[in-house]
């Protein structure tokens, strides 16, 4: 109860008694709520105006990491999650699946079983090992970046935090 016995809240539950604290729910919904244009945020900044990542300068790719480098921009990125600093990672991950798919030629070539050089014994060929390093390599990488499936988990928002439907502020400008 208010001062003189009033409630501090009218029937209608908007109206407030004077001299009493409001809550900005009430003030928005009494209409009353003040704003000042020059407290308002500017959303321009938040959003990246160029999320093209960009290689440093000192990156050199040659023509075959560039196509994959290019291919993974183009197709790959996620908006407002990547931007220019990720260039470089991109750029190692597009070298990494260039090796990797080297490697992978030399073993469609040769085989993945040798001859051994001094004993005569089967072994694994070299390649065989560097297309498993840098098809590990390919994978963590991705994943870092969220261009996997479980690794656009980590950029992705809590479940049930999106929108799950009209809600009473919907009305509110």
Not at 58 to 69: C, G, I, M, N, S
Not at 78 to 102: E, S, W
Not at 110 to 135: C, E, I, N, R
Not at 152 to 172: F, N, V
Request: hydrophobic content about 35%.
């Amino acid at each position: 109860m208010g001062a003189g016995g009033r409630c501090c809240h009218e029937s209608a539950g908007v109206g407030v008694a004077s001299g009493a604290r409001v809550s900005t729910v009430l003030k928005l919904l009494n209409g009353t709520a003040q704003h000042d244009p020059q407290k308002l945020r500017d959303d321009s900044k938040v959003s990246p105006r160029d999320p093209v990542p960009k290689l440093p300068p000192w990156e050199k790719l040659d023509a075959d990491e560039q196509r994959v480098y290019d291919f993974l921009c183009k197709e790959f990125l996620i908006p407002i999650v990547h931007g220019r600093p990720d260039g470089l990672l991109i750029a190692t991950l597009a070298r990494q699946i260039v090796m990797r798919d080297k490697a992978l030629a030399k073993l469609k070539e040769f085989g993945p079983v040798m001859k051994h050089p001094t004993s005569g014994k089967p072994s694994l060929q070299p390649y065989f090992q560097a297309a498993k390093v840098h098809d590990e390599t390919v994978r963590r990488i991705m994943f870092e970046l969220g261009f996997s499936p479980i690794g656009r988990l980590k950029h992705a928002p809590p479940m049930g935090s999106g929108p799950s439907g009209p809600s009473s502020w919907d009305a509110i400008d």
